[in-house]
């Protein structure tokens, strides 16, 4: 029975890697579509900054002349002085305002611009320095510094593992989302071209016409769609290496200084032998309705809710933290998502992984099972 | 030899039975072509996948050269080879590679698989076109690798499923021809065909069916003589009436 299914995803292996487009379209794009997204993301944050910074904003300043406050502005932003109607920004301090009263300071600005933002952004912070100047001077007349009033000083020590730091939680939050999505979308196509595709274009009745057991063919049809998920979900795993290290797109993962180096081999093993038993549970759902589908158009119209159900959970279970909820690792691709965030924090539990690989195994066996059954009945063949 | 002894399949669908074929036998012999007429959802593909194995019979008995259907399902697929009309061979595989694929599913060793393909490349002049990929290859390439496909275990009885349909002028030849030289061989040859010019043309003996039953049988010329008409489109519509008029 192996012999002949390996047989099956031989040859649909070959017809696979033969055809360009498709190897394109489940290798190379989920290998280079992340590196492109976030160093495209990268430079242009970055040449948005840069535009920002060397734009000079039209400033109205009203009730407030004070020196001071020109020099600090001078030294944190290109401005001009202009006036009301043509200011991008105005800054309204109240028309009986002398230096030292409590008062508000009105910003006025159109936040649909980013450079106005940006802008802003800045005249906060200059504005916080002048406060500070003020209440140096205010403190000065008692013969005081601020540094007389700061009695606390805050540090921060952080006593998380390096992997479970900030930028790797933003890894830990990305990566799993990323892909089981890959793995998901990586066996749709491979799935339905494979049961339903085969009905369609009548082939799959010549090869039940054959000697070979039909459990054999269900079997070489689940690895086949398995391996091609996988190497789907692992492309997309190595174009995020790619990406964290170039510097451009490990700033905008916020990545700086921590690289996948980080992650141990502990973790990537863990994180591969989740992959591999969520890639055949995956397979053999695609399978299971592929099969049951008469044509790949009605095959994908049963597979898309479910790929908007795998979409609704990475995104449901991105912002939270591991769980020691036993319950959740019985849940597919919870599950999966779960062990990612667990290994790339550093944070692995192996009873979790066990639970988590036997729900998949028993799941992917019952659909298999639910295929074998299909293969071997009329119900697959009075679709064919 | 293709023996069919009162075939009858049910489908069970979710409120209600479907009977396709009901009480069909006919014998189909070896160096003939024995043609299944009757328009879409006759019964007539119904009865080609159950003498195939693909489905089981409801009630009645099939054998293929002396094989039960049920009984020796794998040796009966040893001795047939199953073509329909509606195969459409794609991907990036060569003739050569698919050929290989569908001996090795057929247990055929390395060797004969080797012999066979050589055969069928002179055969069916496949020979220029072994290595493309089908995706490249014209219609009536693909039609003839197909064939080839369905030949490669040496079968002694051939069943095409509307081998005509859906194909073009050259591709609908090269199906004639060989059907035609497979008889000549002394191969039994059954086919379903709603065309039935092609059945004119192609077969020695029919057996026409409507809704699921076989309304007559025999060797073509004794047949439309019985009913005293030349040709098949004027006998279908004189049967059609009568089993119209019998069940009022």
Known sequence: ?384 | MIVVKDLSKEFQLRKRVVKAVDSVSFTAFDGEVFGLLGPNGAGKTTTLRTIATLLQPTKGSISVDGLDVIEHSRAVRDRIGFLTGEMRLTGQLSARELLHYFGQLDRMDETYIAKRMDELAREFELGPYMDTPIAKLSSGITQKVSIAVALINEPHDIIFDEPTSNLDVIASKIVSDFIRQAKDEGKCVLLSTHILSDAHRLCDRIGVMYEGQLLCEGPLEEVLEIHKTNDLETLFFSLVQKKKENSL
């Open chain 1, 1 to 384: 029975m192996i012999k002949e299914a390996l047989i099956i995803l031989k040859k649909e292996l070959k017809n696979l890697f033969k055809d360009k487009r498709t190897v394109f379209s489940t290798f190379i794009l989920p290998l280079f579509i992340l590196p492109v997204i976030f160093l495209g993301m990268g430079s242009v944050l970055d040449s948005m900054e840069k535009d920002a910074q060397q734009t000079s904003y039209a400033l109205d300043i009203r009730g407030n002349y004070d020196p001071v406050l020109d020099n600090l502005l001078d030294e944190h932003l290109q401005w001009y002085p202009a006036s009301q109607a043509t200011a991008k920004i105005s800054i309204v301090f109240p028309t009986t305002y002398a230096q030292g009263d409590q008062s508000d300071v009105i910003v006025t600005y159109d936040s649909s611009s980013k450079k106005t933002q940006w802008a802003v952004d800045t005249l906060e912070r200059v504005l916080g320095l002048y406060e500070l100047l003020i209440a140096n001077n205010l403190l000065a007349e008692y013969g005081l510094s601020y540094d007389d009033i700061h009695t606390l000083d805050i540090v921060l020590e952080d006593t998380a593992a390096v992997q479970a730091r900030s930028a790797t939680s933003m890894l830990a939050m990305l990566l799993p989302y990323f892909l089981v999505i890959f793995l998901f979308a990586g066996s749709m196509n491979a799935g339905l071209d494979t049961t339903s595709g085969e009905k369609e274009r009548g082939s799959l009745a010549i090869l039940l016409v054959n000697q070979v057991s039909r459990t054999s063919i269900a079997w070489g049809k689940i690895v086949y769609v398995s391996v091609v998920a996988l190497t789907s979900a692992l492309a997309t795993y190595l174009g995020l290496v790619i990406t964290m290290f170039v510097p451009i797109g490990a700033a905008t993962f916020s990545l700086d200084g921590i690289t996948s180096a980080e992650v141990s081999i502990a973790s990537m093993v863990v994180i591969i032998i989740t992959l591999l038993s969520t890639a055949l549970l995956t397979a053999t759902v695609i399978t299971l309705v592929g099969c049951l589908s008469k044509t790949v158009k009605e095959g994908s119209s049963y597979v898309m809710p479910l790929y908007m159900l795998v979409i609704l959970v990475g995104v449901v279970t991105m912002y939270m933290d591991p769980s020691t909820n036993i319950l959740l690792f019985m849940i597919p691709i919870v599950n999966t998502i779960f062990i990612m965030k667990e290994a790339l924090l550093g944070m692995v539990v192996i009873h979790h992984v066990i639970i988590a690989v036997i729900s998949h195994i028993v799941i992917a066996a019952l659909g298999s099972m639910g295929v074998a059954k299909l293969f071997n009945s009329e119900r697959i063949l009075q679709t064919v």
